[in-house]
């Protein structure tokens, strides 16, 4: 084979593992937690941006 093709089987290979291994892991978390929802952080800290303090403006 030439090693171009060995360079992009390699690059698609590690992206499935990566993709695989992270998809393993959230449902690891979901189910430790009990709950597949997201997390309680991005559920709190969902409403818009705080204003700038003042002499920060940009």
Same mark, same amino acid.
């Given at each position: 084979?030439?090693?171009?093709?060995?360079?992009?089987?390699?690059?698609? !290979? !590690?992206?499935?593992?990566?993709?695989?291994?992270?998809?393993?892991? &959230?449902?690891?978390?979901?189910?430790?937690?009990?709950?597949?929802? &997201?997390?309680?952080? !991005?559920? /709190?800290?969902?409403?818009?941006? &705080? /204003?700038?303090?003042?002499? !920060?403006?940009?």
């Amino acid at each position: 084979m030439d090693n171009s093709i060995l360079i992009i089987a390699l690059a698609i !290979t !590690t992206l499935v593992i990566v993709v695989v291994v992270a998809a393993v892991m &959230r449902g690891r978390v979901a189910k430790a937690k009990g709950d597949p929802e &997201r997390s309680s952080f !991005t559920k /709190q800290h969902g409403e818009p941006p &705080r /204003q700038n303090r003042p002499g !920060t403006d940009h």
